[in-house]
């Protein structure tokens, strides 16, 4: 117990020393005080954890995922709300003993003298539908923004590609960077007796693999990166690298800083950047998946204010697009447009259809679907279908293919911390049940081993991280653990020679920091 509590303490040091204020850009700015951490439950599909400071400056509200916690701005226990059916992402105080979820962002802030300021085109507006109100830098603005008497306090880009937090006065509109953070800092909450709260955000990601069997975990990259997928028979894995989450990119979304590499398993490990970079553009690229042939590529992006599935040849040579009967490297296969939130596509063992789940246009819903792709020629042989899948009542998350490439075995979120893995027909039918369980962990993904007869998935292991299981799947024994060491593991990929599971390692929170307007 006394090594756990050490590893709890450490830990905990480590974070507040890496998220610690470097030096303050000017010697006029505030003394920051440590509030509280919010950790996220997940990666995919989370927001940052929202903060808010009560009127009279006592308590302080976060999130984190579906739960609200109250401590006291000076530093006590956090007492938690009762959890709300959803992800809790904004926050609003109703009194100063009163906190609610709030169903959207604020597009804008009220002032001290009853009006209403807005952000518009990266500028302040006051009043909303004014003039807008240059600052001296006249610097970006990005919300959310805050006020005091005195001041107003918003987020600008920096020039490490974050965001940092900025303080200008409403008299002469001068602005001067407050804070110089190695991430973002931003998101203002002002209270009435001057106290503000702000966050600094901490989103850190890796790759890792493990044995099948389990045993000792490998780190294969160094940097920001996540969603690893394999090259069927080559020792090469696929994945996601960037600084996707940055406010910076959020306030231009679709438009996120994803790109696709690659690594080479067999070469010394860790490596510090891809040995390929597949796609890299102004768009979110991600989760990408060989054909079976390997002479194509299907990836998720959000080009052309999408939220779908694209193809790409291997080889974008001119005679390699002329054969595929085509001039442009990229093709769109998918149209079920911006917000749709695909998933990860998945071709089938025979290379004519690929897998990915999606939102269901006429309700909002996630579901699965299937489309028709020649891995020859790349040309769609058959229009998107959903999945009818009898039996799983939820929303639907990714799915992989069996060995026979005419059944898959998916992930559902049946409730609000309740999932379940299942296989059914690719033609739709009854679903067959293999493992119900409990989890906060939302988009977790899974694996297939390459016989069919496994799965890997994510759930929360006694130690209080996220671990990587496997499941039989025609069994009725119990997961098996298969990682073990103290970090949040998601997002299994099975080698195609069943010896290793590559995985996402994640941290995902964000500290709040307070100080006095001056």
């Known amino acids: 117990m006394r090594l756990l509590v050490l590893l709890a303490i450490t830990a905990a040091a480590a974070v507040m020393l890496w998220m610690r204020p470097v030096a303050a850009p000017t010697a006029e700015s505030p003394t920051f005080a440590y509030v509280t951490t919010a950790h996220q439950q997940g990666v995919v599909g989370y927001r940052d954890p929202a903060g808010a400071i009560s009127p009279d400056g006592k308590k302080f509200a976060y999130t984190e995922g579906r739960y609200i916690r109250i401590v006291p701005i000076g530093g006590g226990t956090p007492v938690s709300l009762p959890p709300a059916d959803g992800q809790v992402r904004f926050l609003e105080w109703t009194s100063n003993d009163t ?14 003298d009853g009006n209403q300021a807005c952000v518009v085109d ?11 109100q240059a600052l001296n830098p006249d610097v970006d603005v990005y919300g959310p923004i805050a006020f005091t008497a005195n001041h107003v306090y918003f987020a600008s880009p920096a020039d490490n590609g974050m965001v940092a937090l900025w303080q200008a006065n409403l008299r002469t509109w001068g602005a001067r960077r407050i804070t110089s953070f190695s991430r973002d800092a931003y998101a203002p909450s002002v209270a009435g007796d001057g106290t503000v709260v702000f966050k600094v955000q901490s989103y850190r990601t890796h790759l890792a693999d493990v044995p099948a069997e389990g045993g000792n975990t490998r780190q294969l990259t160094t940097f920001q990166s996540e969603t690893p997928s394999y090259h069927p028979s080559q020792p090469l894995v696929a994945f996601t690298y960037g600084t996707w989450r940055r406010v910076l990119d959020d306030g231009n979304y679709p438009d996120i800083a994803q790109e696709i590499g690659v690594v080479d398993t067999t070469r010394p490990v860790p490596i510090e950047k891809p040995i390929d970079v597949i796609a890299q553009s102004e768009s979110e690229d991600q989760a990408m998946a060989w054909s079976p042939n390997g002479k194509w590529i299907a990836y998720h992006s959000h080009k052309e204010m999408s939220d779908d599935i694209w193809l790409r040849p291997v080889d974008p040579s001119a005679a390699a697009l002329a054969k595929a009967g085509g001039s442009q490297p990229d093709r769109r296969m998918t149209f079920l447009g911006r917000g749709a ?6 071709w089938s063992p025979d290379g004519t259809t690929v897998v990915l789940n999606g939102a269901r246009k006429s309700d909002g819903a ?11 020629t790349g040309q769609v042989t058959s229009d998107i279908r959903e999945i009818a899948v009898a039996g799983i009542a939820g929303e639907m998350g990714h799915a992989e293919w069996l060995p026979d490439s005419r059944s898959i075995a998916a992930a559902a979120k049946e409730a609000p911390g309740r999932h379940v893995l299942f296989t059914v027909q690719a033609a739709g039918g009854a679903a067959r049940v293999v493992h119900r369980y409990a989890s906060e962990h939302d988009f977790s993904g899974l694996g297939m081993s390459p016989d069919g007869k496994s799965l890997s998935f994510v759930a929360p292991a006694a130690d209080g991280y996220y671990q990587i299981f496997t499941k039989a799947i025609d069994s009725n024994s119990a997961p098996v653990q298969v990682t073990r060491d103290p970090s949040h593991k998601t997002q299994p990929a099975w080698s195609p020679d069943k010896r290793r599971i590559a995985f996402t ?14």
């Open 122 to 132: 990266r500028r302040l507006v006051i009043p909303c539908g004014g003039e807008k």
């Open 366 to 376: 996630s579901v699965i679907y299937t489309i028709g792709i020649n891995q020859d």
């Open 341 to 346: 939130e695909v998933g990860w596509p998945r």
């Open 505 to 518: 390692v994640w941290s995902y929170h964000a500290t709040f920091w307070s100080f006095v307007d001056r």
């Open 99 to 112: 906190v609610v979820p709030r169903p959207r962002a604020a597009m804008s802030a009220p002032m001290r």
